[in-house]
């Protein structure tokens, strides 16, 4: 069966695109989704993200990482997916859309920059060494000394499979300070088990846990990933995290068809 797909990437985490609002594709197929998101073998991406029908919002994001396995929540991936929605038409410049950590609002500019809307963080969990928060998918954030040449790879594989978050694993970002409202990352990815150019999610996590732990008192923090930059704003009330808002690029790469 022919398939057509879009990439699209955002601040370099990539993606393929399937509109499957007539359930045609074979969801359960993990190996199929892993060959998919292969660079060598397939088309290439940090995950698939199939665009699927719902009874009370515009669309339903369903998120596969690329070992081929559903996943929680995709930031990068939810602002791609507006896009994409936004260039097939289903959308106009705003949106609600469900995804598996419940319900997304966004907008689409005129520049190809998407704003989408995060859940509420209730719980920051410090500790001495590192923060740990779930942003729709659940992240360790740690400071670390010249973040430039640091191994996230290994020592990223090394938490997470390490028996401080169990058999469950965690994602796991490694945070330098520019200046006060402006923070680098580097992200090592469940289910992507390596590094990635960016990550919504953990995007988010590292700026709520730098204002958390006391890094800083402001509430719209720059982000600097691997693939470019995002934003990430916030109103804080005591230690609880509302109208969170990730921003950024969510660019359209190409369109092919694949034989699955």
């Known amino acids: ?32 989704i892993e060959r998919l998101c292969d660079r060598r073998f397939g088309i290439g991406a940090d995950g698939l993200i199939l665009l699927e029908n719902d009874s009370e919002t515009d669309f339903r994001m369903v998120y596969y990482n690329s070992d081929g396995n559903q996943s ?15 260039q097939l038409g289903v959308i106009d410049n705003k949106t609600t859309f469900i995804a598996t950590d419940g319900l997304h609002h966004a907008s689409v500019g005129n520049d190809a920059i998407v704003s989408l809307q995060m859940i509420d963080v209730d719980k920051v969990q410090k500790n001495d060494s590192y923060t740990f928060l779930d942003t729709g998918s659940p992240h360790h954030v740690q400071i670390v000394d010249d973040l430039e040449h640091y191994n996230v790879k290994e020592n990223g594989a090394a938490i ?19 200046d006060n409202d402006t923070f680098s990352l580097r992200t090592y990815e469940r289910g992507v088990e ?34 470019g930059k995002l934003v990430v704003s916030f109103d ?25």
Not at 1 to 13: A, D, H, S
Not at 72 to 86: D, E, I, Q
Not at 198 to 222: L, P
């Open 194 to 227: 390596d590094e990635t150019l960016a990550c919504g999610t953990g995007a988010t996590a590292v700026a709520i846990a730098m204002n958390a732990i006391g890094q800083t008192d402001k509430t719209s923090i720059n982000l600097n990933v691997e693939g």
């Open 160 to 178: 997470r499979y390490g028996d401080l978050y169990g058999e469950k694993g965690s994602n796991v970002n490694f945070v330098k300070k520019v």
């Open 72 to 86: 929680s929540m995709c930031g990068n991936g939810g602002r791609c997916l507006v896009a994409f929605a936004n």
């Open 1 to 32: 069966m022919q398939v057509e797909f879009y990439k699209y990437q955002g601040t370099g985490n990539d993606f393929v695109m399937i509109d499957n609002r007539s359930n045609f594709f074979p969801k359960e197929d993990v190996k199929l």
């Open 236 to 260: 804080k009330l005591g230690d609880h995290f509302t109208n969170v808002f990730l921003t950024g690029p969510a660019k359209f790469v190409f369109k092919g068809t694949i034989e699955i």
